[in-house]
């Protein structure tokens, strides 16, 4: 006998398995997760949050949390080279904005979230509050060790690292966000093709040291050293005193081993140019760029998500936000199906949706790091060159993707620009919702805020039947369907909305939990009751 049922087991506690997690219980779901290690991850391994990642915390509201952590880097938003970081006047360099500053204002129109960093440390720190607070039951240091489905269920057994004692847990499903060396995937028998010889390996030295007036005024996201003997890449943490020092070497003249504590003392001194400053390492950690995509996403109840379905080189800073959006689409799925508010046939959009933006940003990471100068280039002549080479804009490849089957109906053949990303996000089944600024009682509010923890119906000013329909729908069978009229129950105040959406007054677009559009109709319809009710049966596998 099982020592306990739970609707989902989460295997992996980090960024990606957390925002599961989350991303469950905003539906009311309380999953069990587990991680092995007996805390969060000290180590940031990212900074970077693409707006697809910042909107999802916004959908399950921590973006005020998520503002707050990211604080002390609001003003680490360029990379610049010095000999020593101590031995020059940082407010001289030359410095390239990181994002480009056309990123920035194209990120200011397309979303209504910030742009800043934020160290993946501190996003985990938020996500596990608000885990614990939305009745997740996390528990740490509890290990897999083996697991098995029928079509009932998942069983698992888990060991309490810290007691040895052993429990079996069942589970509707299971979701493994276990990392790029996936238990879960390798229990499974699916296969990760990894290219790992994408670059030198590397050594990855989070630090403490006090380089708060050093660098006051003058913040960065990072700074490279090239300094002969200690050429490496420093990372801003808080700005204040945590760092990360990258330094590459050779395989063919070191080995890890050659990196010692004493030497990254020595190596990070010499990096700042302070021999006498106090440097304490709180963690090393070996890595290698790679990159790959697992050959499937989900065996029966058992579904992948982030870095155990996709391994994506750090160039362009794409991995960790891809997968929050796993997470982001994942979630909705399982809670309405256990719900039962939708079949299971609806889980196969998971895969469908999900693999081909796997390799998308898979395959652009790869392609900025072959063009390294290319993808640090800020000239205009720089863009005409990443253009040529299809190197698509980091919004397109973060944000402006399209889902061309799945949960979706009636999806354009492929996306119609790698370069601007507003051209594809123009309310077209598939997209994620376009961000108009709109009032609701008078408080200022995104479209995207208008979508709930469950489907959404917008329609034009005069798109009353389609309103009324979707009301009666919501009403009959109990389906979270909400519905409003752009112009009338919301007020749309640059009179925008629907040449943003590409429908007339009295057309409707269906928006997904995820923000993303399930279908656009472009204006009335004879038997919109009839219409919606069966789009929402085909869509939710309910027929």
């Not at 000999?83 to 209504?112: C, F, N, Q, W």
């Not at 007339?504 to 038997?527: C, I, K, Q, S």
Request: a negative charge; proline letters at 5%; aromatic letters at 6%.
């Amino acid at each position: 006998m099982p020592d306990e049922h739970v609707p989902v087991l989460v295997v992996g506690g980090s960024t990606v398995g957390l925002s599961t997690a989350v991303s469950l219980a905003r539906y009311g779901i309380r999953p069990l997760l587990i991680e092995r290690r007996d805390g969060s991850l000290i180590h940031p391994r990212a900074t970077g949050l693409h707006p697809s990642a910042r909107e999802f915390f916004r959908s399950v509201e921590l973006e005020d949390q998520m503002r707050e952590a990211s604080a002390v880097l609001v003003n680490s938003l360029t990379k610049f080279s010095v000999t020593t970081l101590a031995g020059e006047d940082l407010s001289k360099v030359d410095r390239i904005a990181t994002p480009p500053e056309d990123v920035v204002a194209a990120t200011r129109r397309m979303s209504p979230t910030d742009v800043n960093p934020c160290a993946q440390d501190q996003i985990d720190r938020v996500l596990l509050a608000a885990a614990g607070e939305r009745g997740v039951d996390v528990r740490f240091s509890t290990e897999l060790e083996s697991l098995s489905q029928d079509e009932s269920g998942v069983t698992a057994v888990l060991l309490n690292r810290a007691t040895g004692e052993r429990s079996t847990v069942t589970a509707d499903y299971l979701v493994g966000a276990d990392g790029s060396s996936s238990r879960v995937r390798k229990e499974l028998g699916i296969t990760m093709e990894i290219e790992d010889r994408l670059g030198n390996p590397m050594i990855h030295v989070l630090f403490e040291a006090d380089l708060t007036e050093l660098i006051r005024g003058n913040e960065f996201n990072f700074c490279e050293i090239r300094h002969p003997d200690y050429e490496g890449l420093m990372l801003s943490i808080n700005n204040k005193d945590r760092w990360v020092f990258h330094r590459s070497y050779s395989d063919d003249e070191e080995t890890v081993d050659d990196y010692p504590e004493d030497r990254c003392l020595d190596l990070i001194k010499g990096a700042i140019g302070l021999p006498d400053l106090e440097v304490k390492i709180l963690a090393r950690l070996p890595w290698r760029i790679s990159a790959g995509v697992a050959e499937s996403v989900r065996e029966g109840r058992i579904f992948l998500a982030g870095d155990a379905i996709h391994v994506i080189p750090p160039i362009g800073g794409f991995g960790m936000s891809t997968g929050i959006a796993d997470a982001y689409n994942l979630g909705w799925k399982l809670a309405m199906v256990l719900n039962g508010q939708a079949g299971p046939g609806l889980l196969d959009s998971y895969a469908e949706e999900r693999m081909p933006i796997a390799e998308f940003t898979r395959d652009q990471a790869v392609l900025r790091l072959k063009f390294m100068a290319l993808h640090w280039d800020p000239r205009p002549e720089a863009e005409e060159e990443r253009n040529a080479l299809r190197i698509a804009d980091p919004l397109v490849t973060s944000s402006g993707y399209q889902y061309s089957t799945g949960a979706v109906v009636g999806a354009r053949a492929e996306l119609p620009s790698l370069e601007d990303v507003e051209v594809n996000l123009d309310g077209s089944p598939g997209t994620r919702l376009p961000h108009l600024w709109v009032e609701r009682k008078g408080e200022k509010i995104s479209t995207l805020d208008l979508a709930g923890s469950g489907f959404t119906l917008l329609t034009g000013e005069n798109g009353d039947a389609w309103h009324d329909a979707a009301e009666k729908i919501a009403a009959e069978t109990g389906l979270p369907l909400t519905a409003y009229r752009v112009g009338k129950d919301i007020e749309d105040p640059g009179g925008t909305f629907g040449e943003a959406t590409g429908i007339t007054a009295t057309g409707a677009v269906l928006v997904r939990p995820d923000n993303f559009v399930a279908w656009r109709h472009g204006g009335a319809h004879a038997e919109p009751h009839r219409h919606l009710s069966a789009l929402l049966g085909d869509l939710l596998h309910r027929n």
